[in-house]
């Protein structure tokens, strides 16, 4: 596990990257920032890492990190997305799992934009 904080416009959040290979390629690409787009309660934004799915799954849980191969994506989920079913965000096609975002994610769902900027903490 790898502590990194991610920056969302002025809000600080504390994360960690997991022990996966492609969490592993993008804490060396570290510190990344990008305008991030919503899909629903989902921030995603492409970042310069190409791997495949190394753990596909479409069962993620709010604060999960993700990376979605398709579109080379960093993606954090805090909440129910376009294909969501239950309560629990669902991302569009499978994802790997490459961490976890911790603090109040719920102040994200008021957002209309988001500026994103990852550290190494």
């Given at each position: 596990m790898k502590p990194i904080k991610i920056f969302i416009n002025d809000i600080e959040f504390g994360a960690v990257l997991n022990d996966t290979k492609?969490?592993?390629?993008?804490?060396?690409?570290?510190?990344?920032?990008?305008?991030g787009n919503f899909w629903g309660n989902e921030i995603y934004f492409e970042i310069p890492v190409m791997m495949?799915?190394?753990?596909?799954?479409?069962?993620?849980?709010?604060?999960?990190?993700?990376?979605?191969?398709?579109?080379k994506s960093f993606c954090i989920f805090y909440?129910?997305?376009?294909?969501?079913?239950?309560?629990?965000?669902?991302?569009?096609s499978?994802?790997?799992?490459?961490?976890?975002?911790?603090?109040?994610?719920e102040e994200l769902k008021k957002l209309k934009k988001a500026r994103v900027r990852i550290i190494k903490e």
């Open positions: 492609t969490a592993e390629e993008i804490y060396k690409i570290l510190p990344i920032e990008a305008e495949p799915n190394e753990k596909p799954t479409e069962e993620v849980e709010v604060g999960d990190l993700g990376y979605w191969p398709i579109g909440g129910r997305t376009p294909v969501s079913t239950t309560d629990k965000p669902k991302p569009a499978a994802v790997t799992i490459i961490g976890k975002i911790k603090g109040n994610l």
